[in-house]
């Protein structure tokens, strides 16, 4: 038994050398079964080494991708510095098949909630299959031509942005298919922030699939493990944690850091600022007013052309690939200009104080109610603003659940 143990001890050994010859500075921690985590190594000063990307990382994912037909979740932010992950893989000769659009298309070009088709990418000749209108996961056919998805994608941290949606139904077309699952990851620049209220179950589309906050606090590669870590997949395996899940974590990186994005994730958050306001000023998509789409700073504004908080003037218009029919378009608009805000994080009181003020002259708010519900995640926070309820009061309402879920994140968070 003694030279059993000793012999054991010595390949231990061998294996942990080749190993750190190979990585050379990384770790590699599993998370929850085949959940693989390639972990880069963490600096004492974060910010001055930069933060490096999943998808910067090639040394790591490239060997996986040899000799397999490859499918890709992505759009314009999947860069890999100056250029873009399918260049990148098919430099490589990487056998890549099939590309899958979310919301906003390849090249994020769309409207938000406008539908497009499949087709060809033209640059690179390989098929683009949409994921966003009515079909949202691809076919049992389609999937059995391929042996590994991967995802990368920008994403803002907020639970009613719909690539997380996406990435939701890919992973379940992966468990079905029986294929990995590769998720590059990216920073979340409004990571600082659990804050909200929890999505009940009746609530449920495809602006809010999971039991996490409005503002979760995480990045889409913790996400991915913790939607395969709490059964939320419903696939034909017989359990959900025989899924190939891998997450390849950004180095460098930590939660509580500022990230300001290199790309625009999508055609209405162009700078920082807007998606700063974007988990604040969402809510109006489901009122009369105005976030500024169809201008040249939109979720940077608030306003409308009978009621104004504020004397802001502008006019939205119709802008191709961002927003065609805007509303109140060509309409003189007046407002709030919060183009210099420094407010983060989730801040009730805009939507409280435009209520009020609609209220006042007996018109009507929430005109799209079970859509401001479904953005929620809950008709309490509706009803609550219809009661006069402070912002205060509102999110005192949510501080058992939020401690609650940040406990159930821990065993998933990389960061």
Not at 27 to 55: M, Q
Not at 132 to 142: A, E, F, I, V
Not at 150 to 155: N, R
Request: with cysteine; net charge neutral.
């Amino acid at each position: 038994m003694h030279l059993f143990l000793k012999s054991l001890l010595t390949r231990f050994v061998v294996i942990l050398c080749i190993s750190l010859l190979l990585f050379s500075c990384t770790s590699t921690s599993i998370k929850g079964g085949n959940d693989l985590s390639l972990k880069g190594k963490i600096e004492n000063k974060p910010s001055e080494k930069g933060i490096i990307v999943g998808a910067e990382q090639t040394l790591y994912y490239l060997p996986m991708l040899q000799n397999k037909r490859v499918g890709l979740v992505v759009n314009q932010t999947s860069m890999v510095g100056d250029r873009h992950l399918v260049d990148i893989l098919i430099a490589n000769d990487i056998n890549v098949q099939t590309i899958f659009a979310p919301e906003h298309g390849f090249r994020g070009d769309y409207d938000a909630g406008e539908k497009f088709n499949s087709s060809i990418d033209v640059k690179t000749g390989v098929p683009l299959v949409s994921i966003y209108g009515k079909h949202r996961k691809p076919s049992d056919d389609l999937m059995a031509n391929l042996d590994v998805i991967i995802f990368d994608i920008q994403d803002v941290g907020v639970r009613f942005y719909t690539y997380i949606s996406s990435m939701h139904y890919m992973m379940e077309a992966a468990g079905d298919a029986d294929i990995a699952f590769i998720v590059l990851d990216r920073p979340n620049p409004n990571g600082a922030f659990v804050d909200g209220p929890i999505l009940e179950p009746e609530f449920t589309s495809f602006v809010g699939m999971h039991k996490i906050p409005l503002l979760h606090g995480m990045t889409v590669g913790e996400l991915a493990l913790m939607f395969k870590g709490e059964k939320w997949l419903e696939t034909q395996l017989t359990s959900q944690n025989t899924l190939d899940l891998k997450v390849v974590s950004i180095k460098n990186y930590r939660r509580s850091m500022s990230y300001s994005l290199p790309i625009k994730p999508s055609p209405n958050l162009p700078n920082d600022t807007a998606i700063s306001l974007y988990p604040s000023l969402g809510f109006f998509e489901a009122t009369p007013v105005s976030i500024g789409r169809g201008t040249d700073f939109p979720f940077q504004v608030i306003g409308h052309n009978k009621i104004s908080i504020g004397q802001f003037a502008f006019m939205p218009v119709s802008t191709p690939g961002a927003a065609s029919k805007p509303k109140l378009m060509n309409e003189n608009l007046l407002g709030q200009d919060l183009r210099n805000s420094q407010i983060r994080g989730l801040n009730l009181n805009f939507i409280i104080d435009w209520h009020k003020a609609f209220k006042a002259q007996n018109i009507e708010f929430f005109t799209r109610a079970s859509f401001m519900d479904k953005l929620s995640g809950t008709d309490k926070l509706r009803k609550a603003i219809i009661a006069g309820k402070t912002a205060q009061e509102i999110k005192l309402s949510w501080q058992q659940n939020l401690a609650e879920f940040k406990i159930m994140r821990t065993p998933y968070l990389l960061y």
